[in-house]
């Protein structure tokens, strides 16, 4: 990158895409920092890559242990142990599938859904902050960009009514 700020003008050249790496890295430094911070009043109860796995529950729903180990790009046996300590804080539950006696089902209890809606919630908050302080003119684009660059990884969409 060239060291210089951009400052949401017009555009006179479509950014190169390392250029666009550079943001999109100084950009999650910003969101790791805040998703840390989101976490931080519960951390006794979970990590953030425990998180992780809750969240991904909360948008997928009752997943197999496979299935859930290969959306996160962790050993089947790293999630086993993983999901064992989220059983134990009650915060997701292992039960039987119907369809086959070798395979566990892994879903959310009420308490795990409490939960992340809870750090969801301060997060959002505090990214609203952030955007909040941006100009106007900077925020045009920022929706689509953000939902184009998210499309792109495969990171499904945020049910608006999550918020309320």
């Given amino acids: 990158?060239?060291?210089?700020?951009?400052?949401?003008?017009?555009?006179?050249?479509?950014?190169t895409v390392n250029e666009i790496s550079d943001a999109v890295?100084?950009?999650?430094r910003l969101l790791v920092?805040?998703?840390?911070?989101?976490?931080?009043?519960?951390?006794?109860?979970?990590?953030?890559?425990?998180?992780?796995?809750?969240?991904?529950?909360?948008?997928?729903g009752t997943v197999t242990l496979n299935s859930l180990a290969q959306a996160l790009s962790v050993e089947k046996s790293t999630m086993g142990r993983m999901v064992?300590?989220?059983?134990?804080?009650g915060l997701v539950s292992r039960t039987e599938s119907p369809t086959s006696r070798r395979e566990?089902?892994?879903?959310?209890?009420?308490?795990?859904?409490?939960?992340?809606?809870?750090?969801s919630r301060r997060r959002h908050k505090e990214i609203e902050r952030v955007v909040a302080q941006m100009a106007p003119d900077q925020?045009?684009?920022?929706?689509?960009?953000?939902?184009?660059?998210?499309?792109?990884?495969g990171e499904p969409a945020i049910d608006q009514s999550y918020w309320v």
């Fill in 1 to 15: 990158m060239s060291g210089k700020k951009t400052t949401g003008g017009p555009a006179t050249a479509a950014p």
């Fill in 25 to 28: 890295l100084t950009a999650s």
């Fill in 84 to 89: 064992d300590r989220l059983v134990t804080s």
């Fill in 33 to 60: 920092s805040i998703a840390a911070r989101s976490i931080a009043e519960v951390e006794q109860q979970v990590t953030l890559p425990q998180f992780r796995v809750l969240v991904v529950l909360e948008n997928r």
């Fill in 139 to 153: 925020r045009v684009g920022l929706v689509a960009a953000l939902t184009a660059f998210t499309d792109a990884g």
């Fill in 104 to 119: 566990r089902n892994i879903a959310l209890t009420d308490h795990g859904q409490k939960l992340v809606k809870t750090v």
